[in-house]
């Protein structure tokens, strides 16, 4: 099982930039997939999660401003981030809890990050 994230880039203030996150592998179910972020020197920390239902939860910071969404048919997450301030610079991280076909047993899995840098 692997995630895969893309989307990161540089981009100025203000701007917007479109993260994705896809599962692949033997996969028996994914429930809640979200992102997570870390900036140099900092703890890492939750962006949003969304249920396999839709439902999103949003951190203080990205409400208002993030969305997270997921197609289930494509085991895929995405992350549309609008109003991009430096402080959001950071490398985003995608999780998902699976349960792979070869176990009940489910698991967090964590993708490579993808950087995204907002500068001007």
């Known amino acids: 099982v692997q995630l895969q994230a893309s989307g990161g880039g540089l981009v100025q203030p203000g701007g917007s930039l479109r993260l994705s996150c896809t599962a692949s592998?033997?996969?028996?179910?994914?429930?809640?997939m979200g992102w997570h972020r870390q900036a140099p020197g900092k703890r890492r920390e939750l962006v949003a999660d969304?249920?396999?239902?839709?439902?999103?939860l949003y951190s203080d910071f990205a409400k208002g401003r993030f969305t997270i969404s997921r197609d289930n048919a494509k085991n895929t997450a995405y992350l549309q981030m609008n109003n991009l301030t430096p402080d959001d610079t950071a490398d985003y991280y995608c999780?998902?809890?699976?349960?792979?076909?070869?176990?009940?047993?489910?698991?967090?899995?964590w993708g490579r990050g993808t950087q995204v840098t907002v500068s001007s």
């Open positions: 999780k998902a809890a699976i349960t792979p076909d070869t176990t009940i047993y489910e698991s967090d899995y």
């Open positions: 592998g033997g996969i028996s179910k994914i429930n809640l």
């Open positions: 969304i249920t396999v239902g839709g439902a999103p």
